[in-house]
């Protein structure tokens, strides 16, 4: 089963916009929530990381939010820009043997 | 350039063939793992290899099976394939073997078409 669900499937933002992905999780053993980013015909590469002692993390023009409570969190990319198109994966993991759980992406296109 | 290698890139094959991917981890990187990527159910955790053994295994079917050598490459024996297989199948590797909270280097992938 998938234990991390991601939305949207796909998202289209005009340059300069905010783009935003967000993902649940249901295991309360997760610590430990990147984000991957995707290329076409590259593999994912981490783009940021979060723990859930804090409830945000700010990279340059990417900040991931985390909501414990909630089991949530999402990924805003501000300013975005056409280069940032690109399939992007939120994922969890926890305790050791865990190994790291992928949502099944978002393919974001940023249009000029 | 992520320092994993994959080969072959791309891969056709018959149902029933048996296929072998492999990868070579980044240098000093002791824990490899296989993915399989699809379009509807998105990056798969396979199996993890941590320094030569078996360290997390995944939604790994029976006919599939992998080993890390001792110069730490990987391989990913599928067998008796069938046409649902077909998909892109990536390596990674981490330096340490707890991978759930590290950072995860991936290949480029080898894609697998099964006609």
């Known amino acids: 089963q998938q234990q991390v669900k991601q939305s949207p499937q796909s998202l289209i933002v005009q340059k300069g916009g905010i783009s935003i992905i967000n993902c649940a999780y249901e295991n309360t053993a997760f610590d430990y929530f990147p984000w991957y980013q995707q290329f076409p015909g590259k593999g994912p590469a981490l783009l940021i990381a979060i723990r859930p002692d804090v409830s945000e993390k700010k990279e340059g023009r990417f900040t991931i939010s985390f909501n414990k409570s909630a089991k949530q969190f999402s990924l805003h990319i501000m300013d975005s820009q056409p280069g940032d198109s690109a399939t992007y994966f939120c994922a969890a993991s926890g305790d050791s043997g865990y190994a790291l759980n992928f949502g099944k992406g978002t393919s974001l296109l940023v249009t000029p | 350039d992520s320092g994993v290698t994959q080969t072959p890139k791309h891969l056709i094959t018959a149902t029933g063939q048996r296929v072998t991917l492999r990868c070579s981890p980044r240098?000093?990187?002791?824990?490899v793992y296989w993915y399989q990527q699809s379009l509807d159910q998105g990056l798969q955790f396979l199996i993890q290899y941590y320094n030569g053994e078996e360290r997390a295994k995944g939604n790994i079917l029976e006919r599939f099976s992998a080993q890390q050598f001792p110069d730490l490459h990987s391989e990913l024996n599928l067998s008796s394939l069938e046409l649902g297989d077909s998909a892109l199948y990536f390596c990674a590797s981490s330096v340490g073997r707890e991978g759930g909270t590290g950072e995860l280097f991936f290949g480029e992938g080898s894609r697998l078409t099964v006609l």
């Open positions: 240098s000093g990187d002791l824990s």
